[in-house]
T-cell receptor, first 114, second 112 residues
Framework: SAVISQKPSRDICQRGTSLTIQCQVD?????MFWYRQQPGQSLTLIAT?????????ESGFVIDKFPISRPNLTFSTLTVSNMSPEDSSIYLC???????????FGEGSRLTVL | QQPVQSPQAVILREGEDAVINCSSS?????VHWYRQKHGEAPVFLMI?????EQKGHEKISASFNEKKQQSSLYLTASQLSYSGTYFC?????????????FGSGTQLTVLP
């Protein structure tokens, strides 16, 4: 398993601003994932953060809106840009372990956009 | 495509049993099960690989019928600590973990 720390745990932001969420893992991992969980909903993969290359985005998510950095094998950031109330969600960082790729999640960053 | 979970919600008394189902329209390589308590991160419970295996974890077990593209999670003699939302995650190939797609979740409430 892994210890995954996310910052901030929660924030309230104004429309039109940007927020960067940090994710720190206590061991080196190849793949880090960013998920969004809207209130009462399931987990939706935003992108896969690859070390040394650009992130891979899922359908419906674009780099301009959700730029991601992955400077090393233990750290990643997700920025939510030009926020609107529709971006109010929990954003979760995750890593995969083992051959079967079970996921371990950070505690999430609860974002409220006014 | 998102797997379909049923039921959407279930309420139990302590000691009762529950079954949560997860079905996919695609052939599956594996099924993951996670539990998320309110305000917390999802926690991995178990994974089932194709081959129809059944796994157990304390009083929580699961089966995977790859022909029917279905998995079921069995909770026996429910405890208060079992309350939470259960998600299945499905993978259609043995490729990278990004292929994991989560179901809509089943909210389980265990009452004393």
């Amino acid at each position: 398993s892994a210890v995954i720390s996310q910052k901030p745990s929660r924030d309230i932001c104004q429309r039109g601003t940007s927020l960067t969420i940090q994710c720190q893992v206590d061991s080196q991992v190849t793949m880090m994932f960013w998920y969004r969980q809207q209130p009462g909903q399931s987990l939706t993969l935003i992108a896969t953060a690859n070390q040394g290359s650009e992130a891979t985005y899922e359908s419906g998510f674009v780099i301009d809106k959700f730029p991601i950095s992955r400077p090393n094998l233990t750290f990643s950031t997700l920025t939510v840009s030009n926020m609107s109330p529709e971006d109010s969600s929990i954003y979760l960082c995750s890593v995969a372990y083992g051959n079967t790729g079970e996921l371990f999640f950070g505690e999430g960053s609860r974002l409220t956009v006014l | 495509q998102q797997p379909v979970q049923s039921p959407q919600a279930v309420i139990l008394r302590e000691g009762e049993d529950a079954v949560i189902n997860c079905s996919s329209s695609k052939a599956l390589y594996s099924v993951h099960w996670y539990r998320q308590k309110h305000g917390e991160a999802p926690v991995f419970l178990m994974i089932l690989l194709k081959g129809g295996e059944q796994k157990g974890h304390e009083k929580i077990s699961a089966s995977f019928n790859e022909k029917k593209q279905q998995s079921s999670l069995y909770l026996t003699a429910s405890q208060l600590s079992y309350s939470g939302t259960y998600f299945c995650g499905t993978r259609v190939s043995s490729g990278s973990a990004r292929q994991l797609t989560f179901g809509s979740g089943t909210q389980l409430t265990v009452l004393p």
